[in-house]
Nanobody, 118 residues
Framework: QVQLVESGGGLVQPGGSLTLSCVVSGTTFSIYNMAWYRQVPGKRRDLVAAITSGGSTEYATSVKGRFTVSRDNGKSTMYLQMIRLKSEDTAVYYC????????????WGQGTQVTVSS
């Protein structure tokens, strides 16, 4: 059974930085195109960054230039480095496959809360 464990969130001031981690177990992580999603209460879970199995990346317009997604296939881990954080980045962040290309793993992780506030 595939497990997704996100971590690294927290409270940060506007302009600050955080790095999130996503550890994937129970499957061959390296073959999947992966993505980070975020969700605020009452809204859909939006894709913010994606990375292919080969390391090519793609970003939502709202985070381009501020977020960097990377992966370490040897550690079955994906990262999201976030800089120049804004209040509108406040959300719960989740990882999963890139739903545009792969079936999502059915069991989402608990997510990690990112709160940007002064």
């Amino acid at each position: 059974q595939v497990q997704l464990v996100e971590s690294g969130g927290g409270l940060v001031q506007p302009g600050g930085s955080l790095t999130l981690s996503c550890v994937v177990s129970g499957t061959t992580f390296s073959i999947y195109n992966m993505a980070w999603y975020r969700q605020v209460p009452g809204k859909r879970r939006d894709l913010v960054a994606a990375i292919t199995s080969g390391g090519s990346t793609e970003y939502a317009t709202s985070v381009k230039g501020r977020f960097t997604v990377s992966r370490d296939n040897g550690k079955s881990t994906m990262y999201l480095q976030m800089i120049r954080l804004k209040s509108e980045d406040t959300a719960v962040y989740y990882c999963n496959t890139d739903r545009r290309m792969f079936t999502l793993f059915p069991n989402w992780g608990q997510g990690t809360q990112v709160t940007v506030s002064s």
